[in-house]
């Protein structure tokens, strides 16, 4: 299954709204997913959303394993996400740096819910719930916004935070320095 070409900010196909899906353990649908793991990993990402690679439905992949990368960040269980819904569990919002690998090379300060339930369903059309928090919410609201059209500089509160990663001195920063995703 191939890496494909990941589109980036500015390219108007990734502020479409996507489709639900509508056929599950469908051969195109699991040489899609198969299509999101690979170009992730090929890019070193995190997450993954189908509008990102020209595909205009509601599936995101995300998740890495504990003994990977990213010792600073909790691990998130690979997971296949279609059709999101996602519930904040209160109004608590925390400030988080956040990468995309539509927007290559830059971070930014986010606030996202810090706790929420997500619910949808896997490839083939199971459906499954989680309550989550901290990095994982996050990844899955960052995520989750690509289906709707929406890349995290839209989210930022002060844009005087976004900048190229090299740059950044991000001791000087809350948070951690997330992975792209
Ligand atoms: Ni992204």
């Known amino acids: 299954m191939p890496e494909r070409r990941v589109l980036r900010m500015g390219d108007p196909d990734l502020r479409r709204v996507s489709e639900p899906v509508e056929r599950f353990a469908d051969p195109s649908l699991i040489e899609l997913v198969g299509d999101l793991w690979d170009t992730m990993a090929a890019r070193g990402g995190v997450g993954i959303a189908a509008p990102q690679i020209g595909v205009a439905l509601r599936v995101v992949v995300f ?6 990368r990213y010792p600073q960040a ?11 819904e996602i519930e904040p569990l209160d109004s608590e919002m925390v400030d988080g740096w956040e990468g995309c690998l539509s927007v290559p090379g830059l971070r930014g300060i986010v606030p996202r819910h810090r706790r929420i339930r997500y619910r ?16 994982h919410a996050r990844v899955v609201q960052h995520e989750c916004d690509h289906l709707d059209g929406v890349l995290y500089p839209q989210r930022m509160r002060d844009l005087a ?15 951690e320095v997330a992975p792209e995703v």
């Open 161 to 175: 935070t976004l900048g190229f990663e090299e740059e950044i001195d991000f001791t000087r920063c809350p948070g």
């Open 63 to 68: 998740g890495f394993d504990e003994s990977e």
């Open 120 to 135: 949808g369903f896997d490839a083939q059309g199971r459906p499954f719930e989680r309550q989550v928090e901290d990095f």
């Open 74 to 84: 909790a691990p998130v269980p690979r997971t296949v996400l279609i059709n999101p």
